[in-house]
């Protein structure tokens, strides 16, 4: 493969971003540091240097979008071309071997931007099909030599290309929101699926990874469902509530274990409709695991109910006709959140606590968790991390790369 280096300007940037670069963060906001880079097209590689003219690191370029840059390499002289997109890669699949090798599992995440050294690019495996999410246009030219590598190692994969050219940083995105996408490798059967079956830990969920940013299932918390799995068998079942349930595969994995009832609340009918197909297709009866349409929030602050485990990972907003003034806001109602579903917890009950970060401070969760448990006059005995699995990694100064920041809660 034919080796092309762009030629190198140098980006200088100012002290306080210079400062978190040297801290692990791949990102550089344009300010009036960075100047004018309408000479620079997307994808040009730049030196980032500090207001010293110290070297930083490499990054390419998008000047057309306010996140101007991202660090592709922190070693010096060290080029970023096509066989090297392709190293890269293969180190993230190895990483990733004990997750190819788990039978009953098709569902996960191959490609994690920055944390894989392929900033920009995000690869799903949705069963036969692999998603590759592009969130930048910067990377356009290193994408083609991933793509060969990717289905060299999957020749039975469909591969669909989309773009989300948006900017990430808030982590929040337009609401029904569809991505521009394309098929690089179309799968064998006739017209293009809209939907279809992928396995976790042997169970059944239906996806729609072409349609919309919602998928139908979030692989970044497979590793809870399975934690939560191993509790409920542990303590041979319990009554367990999923607020904000979406697609129920809380739910599922919950009610496999051998909860003695799952309520899941939603307040979106589709969501509703698609949890109870996930439980019937995985033999679990919504008579006995009920879906409720209705506020999270308001539902568990009339119930009368007593529960054993609840599931509290909202979005940071949503609309609800109930709450047609204030509708639900992470930031103002996770407290309230809490506080309710401790009020409705059975002795040495579990909370699983979980936040999306990107806009907000680290200590955000445990002070919410900690203030809504003093509200409800309940005390928690225990409190452990609950993050991503190892196909979401992390790295060190980039608090903006973690798709969540979790919980899980012991009470007394």
């Known amino acids: 493969m034919a080796t092309h280096t762009p030629a190198r300007r140098r980006l200088r940037v100012s002290a306080a971003t210079a400062r978190i670069v040297r801290k692990g963060h791949p990102w550089v906001i344009r300010d009036r540091d960075t100047g004018d880079l309408s000479a620079h097209r997307s994808g040009d590689f730049v030196d980032l240097t500090d207001p010293r003219g110290q070297w930083l690191a490499l990054a390419i370029v998008d000047p057309s979008n306010p996140l101007c840059a991202r660090v592709v390499s922190r070693t010096p002289g060290e080029e970023v071309h096509g066989e090297e997109c392709q190293r890269r890669l293969k180190r993230a699949l190895g990483h990733r071997q004990p997750i190819l090798d788990e039978e009953g599992t098709t569902a996960f995440r191959l490609v994690h931007g920055p944390g894989d050294d392929l900033p920009g690019l995000f690869v799903d495996c949705w069963g036969d099909v692999l998603v590759a999410t592009r969130t930048t246009a910067s990377i356009q030219g290193l ?107 809380f739910s599922v994995a919950c009610a496999a274990a051998g909860a003695q009832e799952v309520t899941s609340l939603d307040l979106a009918n589709r969501y509703c409709t698609w949890a109870e197909m996930n439980l019937k297709a995985n033999g679990l009866d919504p008579e006995q695991h009920p879906v409720v349409q209705a506020d999270a929030l308001s539902w568990l602050e009339r119930s009368k109910s007593r529960f054993d485990g609840f599931v509290l990972d909202p979005p940071a907003h949503a609309r609800s006709r109930k709450r047609r003034s204030r509708g639900w806001s992470l930031k103002r109602d996770f407290r309230a959140l809490v506080a309710a579903a401790a009020r409705r917890a059975n002795p040495s009950a579990w909370i699983l606590c979980c936040v999306n970060l990107k806009a907000r401070s680290r200590s955000f969760l445990k002070d919410q968790v900690q203030a809504g448990l003093r509200d409800a006059k309940r005390r928690a005995v225990r409190l452990d991390g609950a993050p991503c699995g190892a196909d979401h990694p992390q790295i060190r100064g980039f608090p903006e790369g973690r798709p969540f920041e979790g919980l899980l809660v012991r009470l007394d």
Request: glycine fraction near 8%; proline fraction near 7%.
């Open 143 to 249: 994408t083609p030599a991933v793509y060969e590598a990717l289905l060299a190692h999957f020749p039975d994969h469909a591969l669909f290309e989309q773009d989300h050219f948006a900017d990430l940083r808030s982590g929040r995105a337009p609401r029904n929101a569809h991505l521009d996408g394309r098929w690089i490798r179309k799968p064998e059967a006739t017209g293009s699926p809209e939907r279809w079956t992928v396995l976790e830990r042997g169970l059944r969920f239906e996806v729609t990874p072409l349609s919309s940013l919602t998928t139908g299932l979030y692989p970044d918390q497979r590793r809870n469902r399975t934690r939560l799995a191993e509790l409920i068998a542990g303590q041979q079942g319990g009554r367990i509530a999923n607020t904000f349930a979406h697609t129920g595969a």
